[in-house]
């Protein structure tokens, strides 16, 4: 896997695993990437998941590293697609997408483009969804949400919780900036978009509580109303707020992390011991 002009693209995701080595894969698009304050590797937000879950793992006599092949302009299904062509010998542990913007808005960037996505669809995609895309009507925003953007991020899940590997999904966090809606998802209405948005995350929800290899975190309501995220592309101090909360909920829901720590703490005790930590 090469690295980006950025910086942002993990090496040595297929080098042999450690002893006591527990390996996560982050995928998703340019937030999971690590675009917004420019910095090197170890501030962004894949690393700082990678250090907050080995300080609550430090006493299990495990190590965690976590991988970043997240991508800018990608979405969930392309990910699965990079995972099952490209990375599937890579050895680890647990799929982690912090995703979801994407998902909602690149496929309505494509609209225009609505034969050539009709004709890729027809290849690619089951016939529920296929179906959805001939029949949807573009100039009904709502009916094109759940139709064919629903239809198809569900569908991504469902891929990737075919596979044995674990697969987490944390929502990402993109209310804070007003004009998100407008200036990357070619022009949709800011309250349709956050209503869907959230309600496209509530059926992940439903979904993880039936599957056992899938689960939830929902950061993107956790920050809702956060002053520090300052829009799509995390700030440096946002990508620090956002990784120490999945890091938590990791260790909380994931039994491949739970089981090796004894961890009971609240979350408010978890940042004051990180705060101790510095």
């Not at 090469?2 to 937030?31: C, M, T, V």
């Not at 004709?119 to 573009?138: S, T």
């Amino acid at each position: 896997v090469s690295q980006s002009r950025y910086r942002r693209i993990s090496r040595d995701l297929f080098s042999e695993k450690r002893a006591n080595e527990i390996r996560i894969h982050l995928i998703g698009g340019s937030g999971a990437q690590g675009q917004g304050d420019y910095y090197p590797n170890e501030y962004m937000l894949y690393k700082r998941i990678e250090k907050y879950l080995n300080l609550l793992l430090k006493n299990s006599g495990y190590h965690v590293t976590v991988f970043n092949t997240a991508m800018g302009g990608s979405t969930t299904l392309w990910n699965f697609y990079d995972r099952v062509f490209y990375l599937k010998k890579a050895p680890v542990d647990l799929v982690l997408s912090y995703s979801g913007f994407n998902d909602t808005s690149i496929l309505w960037h494509y609209q225009y483009e609505a034969k050539k996505l009709q004709n890729y669809l027809r290849k690619n995609m089951p016939d529920d969804v296929k179906r959805a895309y001939v029949q949807a009507k573009y100039d009904d925003k709502k009916k094109y949400f759940n139709e064919i953007v629903k239809a198809t991020y569900l569908r991504a899940i469902q891929l990737f919780c075919d596979n044995d590997i674990p697969f987490v999904l944390a929502s990402q966090c993109v209310e804070s900036q007003p004009n998100e809606w407008k200036d990357y998802a070619g022009g949709i209405d800011e309250v349709l978009g956050k209503q869907f948005y959230k309600a496209m995350f509530k059926e992940v929800e439903i979904m993880a509580q039936q599957k056992s290899n899938l689960f939830f975190i929902d950061s993107a309501d956790h920050f809702r109303n956060s002053k520090e995220l300052f829009g799509l592309h995390l700030t440096l101090v946002a990508q620090d707020k956002v990784a120490r909360f999945i890091a938590f909920k990791l260790v909380k829901i994931v039994p491949l992390l739970n089981k090796k720590t004894s961890m009971s703490c609240s979350y408010e005790e978890y940042e004051a011991m990180i705060e101790m930590s510095y």
